[in-house]
């Protein structure tokens, strides 16, 4: 661990953080309709040791509100005077569709397939511009908190590059149920990350517009346990006795059969296996059901919340587990995990983040 006592102030647009202090700063972004002047909101909490700058983003896509919730508890948490390095939170990325519950932007574009931005650009890319400028370029590290779309839940999962050895130990330490290698997307802030080199975790849990408390408390865990890894708090990352987690990279949605009622027999976090009934769709009297079957054994990481369904609808996402022999084994440690978790062949193509169906 880094552990010199004393190093310099950490200074961000017009503040000026001292060791061991925390401060909210406004970033200056855009100029609003009304003439109002909107800024990007930051906590920046200043170790008093030397250590890493890494940031913890929620909300850039607006109405993705789990990562505001972990972020309140993270400062609930966290002291500066206990800090090696740097945090810089931001709860609420995409100011503009958090305030107006809404994934885009007034302009409509999508925030995270906006990247790198422009000062003088769209009101999209001028906010990217501004979140790169001020946190992704200042930082070595950054852990993004999305939650799946409108009615919909994501069970609680890392998604990583496929490749990386560090990521994948980041991913074990942040210790979420499963681990998910997805393609990067062009314009998304892990795809310019990818381009800096900075790494990044992407966390996808529970469900747009609402707090789930097993959402919330596997991300408060998890970023702490990744602090820790990275010696920016003192305390176990949990890595010494580690579990081996479920790891993928193919998964694929079942849709609905029919238009109608929806009755769901199972749910995110389920082992499934192929031919397994997920559920029955049938009329609005119940007439005629028919079955939505599992195409493949799996887990199922995301499902429809929504009862009422249009035929060709999204309803579950499953994984296929990667090597599911060794899933939830004992390990004695992280290197020994992280042997058995790789996944046995290269990555397929999998369904990014949240993506909307
Ligand atoms: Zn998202």
Redesign the pocket.
């Given at each position: 661990m880094h552990s010199r006592t004393s190093h310099e102030p950490f200074a961000i647009h017009d503040s000026v953080v001292a060791p061991g202090t925390q401060a909210t700063v406004e970033i200056p972004v855009s100029q609003q309709v009304t003439g109002l002047r909107s800024t990007l909101p930051l906590r920046v909490m200043h170790g008093s040791n030397h250590g890493p700058c890494i940031f913890v983003s929620g909300a850039?896509?607006g109405d993705?509100i789990i990562g505001t919730a972990v972020i309140q508890r993270l400062l609930e948490r966290l002291a500066p005077a206990q800090l090696s390095g740097t945090i810089i939170l931001a709860p609420a990325v995409n100011i503009y569709g958090f305030a107006a519950h809404s994934?885009y932007l007034p302009d409509r574009r999508d925030l995270?397939r906006s990247f790198p931005g422009a000062e003088h650009g769209s009101l999209a890319a001028q906010l990217a511009h501004c979140f790169l400028q001020h946190v992704i370029d200042r930082c070595s590290l950054g852990i993004d908190i999305?939650?799946?779309?409108v009615h919909r839940y994501n069970l609680p999962q890392i998604r990583i590059a496929s490749g990386s050895p560090y990521l994948s130990e980041l991913a074990m330490a942040f210790g979420a149920p499963i681990i998910i290698e997805s393609p990067l997307r062009p314009g998304s802030m892990r795809a310019l990350a990818a381009d800096r080199e900075t790494p990044m975790l992407l966390l996808?849990a529970g469900e747009a517009l609402r707090f789930d408390r097993f959402a919330i408390e596997v991300g408060v865990a998890g970023v702490l346990r990744v602090l820790a890894h990275i010696g920016m708090i003192d305390a176990d990352d949990g890595l010494a006795d580690v579990e081996v987690p479920l790891r993928s990279s193919r998964s694929s949605w079942v849709r609905a059969p029919r238009g109608g009622v929806s009755r769901r027999e199972c749910k995110s976090g389920d082992v499934v296996r192929e031919g397994e009934l997920l559920a029955r769709v049938g009329g609005l009297f119940g007439e005629n059901p028919e079955d939505v079957i599992s195409p493949t054994d799996g887990v199922v990481i995301g499902h429809a919340t929504l009862p009422i369904v249009n035929q060709g609808d999204a309803l579950f996402h499953i994984a296929e587990i990667d090597g599911h022999g060794h899933a939830g084994e004992h390990a004695d440690s992280i290197v020994e995990a992280l042997a058995v978790s790789e996944p046995p062949f290269p990555a397929a193509p999998l369904l990014d983040?949240?993506e909307v169906l």
């Open positions: 850039i896509h993705e994934r995270n999305h939650s799946a779309a996808e983040e949240d």
